[in-house]
């Protein structure tokens, strides 16, 4: 799977998840989203450096947890604050929301199997 493929995927999976929790929400954060992307070679270069950040961060966690929910977490919120912003960080519920998305997720063997082959590809396993 190509990681900036996945990125893009997991996106919409966030985009549907906020929309099903609240329509208001989601169409503020899709708004911000919107204007936030840039066009031209700005925009093919920021999905390598939110690949490079993941990587770097997944790196960082213990052999066993590079591929886990640990893993997975890391993916989701730096996916998260990419697609909808930084201040989503100061949201209160966004952890809360980042962890139900990173259970949907596992929960689904497909979407679970893909996204621990992104996260080994990411973590350079």
Do not use: Y
Not at 33 to 39: A, G, L, N, Q
Not at 46 to 57: F, L, Q
Request: glycine share 6%.
């Amino acid at each position: 799977m190509d990681p900036v493929k996945g990125i893009n995927q997991v996106a919409q999976i966030l985009r549907q998840k906020l929309s099903e929790r609240s329509p208001e929400i989601s169409k503020d954060l899709s708004a911000a989203s919107s204007s936030m992307h840039t066009s031209g070679s700005a925009a093919k270069a920021e999905p390598e450096k939110i690949k490079r950040k993941i990587g770097d961060r997944i790196k960082a966690l213990s052999v066993e947890d590079r591929c886990g929910p640990k893993a997975a977490q890391i993916f989701v919120e730096v996916v998260m604050t990419w697609e909808f912003g930084e201040n989503l960080l100061h949201d209160p519920a966004f952890t809360e929301l980042s962890r139900d998305v990173v259970k949907s997720m596992t929960d689904n063997p497909k979407i679970w199997s893909k996204l621990k082959m992104l996260l080994a590809e990411l973590g350079g396993d």
